[in-house]
Nanobody, 124 residues
Framework: QVQLVESGGGLVQPGGSLRLSCAAS????????MAWYRQAPGKQRELVAL???????NYADSVKGRFTISSGNAKNTVYLQMDSLKPEDTAVYYC??????????????????WGQGTLVTVSS
């Protein structure tokens, strides 16, 4: 089993900042890239930030220049720094690991894992 646990959500005023964290744990042989998605009320889940194998990051147009994804000093942790927050950033933010490799005995498997989500509310 592999788990992703997000933290850092909350209520913030427009123009403010938050930093979300996502920690992976469990039977992890290779974690692979970790991404952030969000789902606003009444809308479909959308990609926020996804690192590429060449080191670049694919950001949603709506967050470019304001959000930054990074890896932390803690093992298997990824962060999402969110600055200049807007009311339209209000959503549940999810951490995603699309290709986690696990090994159990002689069996190797690839899993896609999602966190439970953390709510970000931007409001005055």
């Amino acid at each position: 089993q592999v788990q992703l646990v997000e933290s850092g959500g909350g209520l913030v005023q427009p123009g403010g900042s938050l930093r979300l964290s996502c920690a992976a744990s469990g039977n992890i042989f290779r974690l692979g890239p970790m991404a952030w998605y969000r789902q606003a009320p009444g809308k479909q889940r959308e990609l926020v930030a996804l690192p590429s194998s060449d080191g670049s990051v694919n950001y949603a147009d709506s967050v470019k220049g304001r959000f930054t994804i990074s890896s932390g000093n803690a093992k298997n942790t990824v962060y999402l720094q969110m600055d200049s927050l807007k009311p339209e950033d209000t959503a549940v933010y999810y951490c995603n690991a699309p290709r986690v490799r696990t090994i159990s005995g002689s069996e190797s498997r690839y899993l896609e894992v999602w966190g439970q989500g953390t709510l970000v509310t931007v409001s005055s």
